[in-house]
């Protein structure tokens, strides 16, 4: 080891040394460090330190990942997860893990976390969701497979040897009644549209109201989708509406919920008129104002509506009309009620709705089919009384 002395700018006298500390276990590349002290004495001390915690660090300078608690583990593994999934799913994850996951498992040594301890807490979530807790224990599956997801992101990263989630046996939800949907039956859908008929449309607002309710009763798209939509991608020749996007609740723009979301709805020449009407009108009130609009349900003040400030209006709006407040969600549910009554094909259905299989549509729509299933009888028992 070659300790040099070196002058300072202030004058003062230090001894440097480059130190071989011998071959890097992960590299396999020779490794050095450079130690500086006020003697060649404490240089060579300095030295032989860096030497021993080179060997203590199994023998490489590389920087391990140091992980004691879940909590770090969950920091570490979300720094992965986070650009994997689009921010509605991330915020919600992430606070599932907050309220959920970090108040039960956050202090608990990853390596003392055992499989016990984990189908306890199960236990716990079921329990809960059984009694009909509100909340997300009554999806306590989702909270174990996160849980599972994690512990097994610790394995792949070599800081447990076994994943103790994997062994846990999830409790069986009790079996309720299936939660029927919300939508406007053909008597209160026909009310509120007689309610939309008496609102004074030379007031902005309430056209923006009308023509955004009937396009989401024509259509089934979702209210993400529809405030994203620009007037480029509406083929108002045609009568097609192209879902290329959805609005997040960051006020931002992302793909739609899978590759079945990506669409083109035809629509209705009623739904076309109107559409060609709302855009001469946007374009009188948006040159009032010194601009142009590229977004059909633009509020002008910002380049996206949020659509909780809509949702205000659309619960006043319900109750005036005296209809079930079934909000923008029910608009889809009665679209597809309509359509299903009227004997559409699911597979067209299911691919105006965007739904990534047929079993999600038939899943979620069962009262409809439900109810097909007794036209059926019916129609068996005036089939064999005409023989």
């Known amino acids: 080891m070659n300790i040099k002395e070196y002058k300072k700018k202030n004058g003062a006298i230090v001894y440097r040394a480059s130190v071989y500390l011998g071959v890097d276990a992960m590299t396999g590349k020779k490794a050095r460090t450079t130690v500086t002290a006020t003697t060649k004495k404490a240089c060579k001390v300095k030295a032989r330190e860096a030497i021993n915690t080179f ?33 509605n799913t991330r915020q919600s994850m992430k606070g599932l893990i907050r309220v959920h996951l970090l108040p039960v498992f956050g202090d608990y040594k990853v390596d003392k976390l055992t499989t016990p301890i984990i189908q306890q807490q199960v236990n716990k979530w079921a329990d809960k969701a059984n009694r009909g807790v509100k909340g997300a224990f009554a999806n306590y599956s989702l909270l174990h497979n996160m849980n599972k997801r994690i512990l097994k992101y610790a394995v792949s990263m070599q800081i447990i040897g076994h994943n103790p989630a ?11 009644e299936k939660t029927k949907i919300k939508y406007l039956d053909n008597k209160e859908l026909k009310q509120f549209l007689d309610y939309l008929d008496t609102l004074d449309q030379s007031n902005y607002q309430n056209l923006f109201d009308v023509v955004l309710y009937k396009l989401l009763l024509a259509t089934g798209c979702r209210i993400g989708e529809a405030l994203a939509l620009e007037w480029s991608d509406i083929d108002l020749e045609n009568g097609i509406i192209s879902i290329t996007k959805t609005l997040n609740r960051q006020q931002e723009v992302n793909s739609p919920k899978s590759k079945a979301g990506y669409r083109d709805i035809p629509i209705d020449k009623a739904t076309l008129l109107m559409l060609k009407q709302y855009k001469k009108r946007q374009q009188v009130q948006s040159w009032q104002l010194g601009r142009s609009e590229t977004v059909v349900f633009s509020v002008f003040t910002e380049k996206y509506a949020y659509a909780s400030k809509l949702r205000k209006r659309l619960d006043k709006h319900f109750k005036a009309a005296g209809v079930t407040n079934v909000c923008f969600h029910g608009f889809r549910h009665t679209h597809t009620t309509m359509m299903l009554y009227a004997n559409t094909s699911p597979k067209d259905v299911q691919y105006r709705l965007g739904h990534a299989n047929l079993m999600m549509t038939e899943n979620t729509y069962w009262h409809t089919n439900k109810d097909n299933a007794k036209k059926a009888v019916s129609n068996y028992e005036t089939a064999i009384n005409n023989l």
């Open 55 to 87: 060997i203590a660090n199994g023998s490489t300078v590389k920087k391990k990942i140091a992980v004691v608690t879940y909590q770090e583990l969950v920091d570490l593994w979300w720094d992965s997860y986070k650009n994997t999934v689009k921010p």
């Open 166 to 176: 994997n062994d846990v046996i999830v409790p069986r939800k009790q079996q309720k």
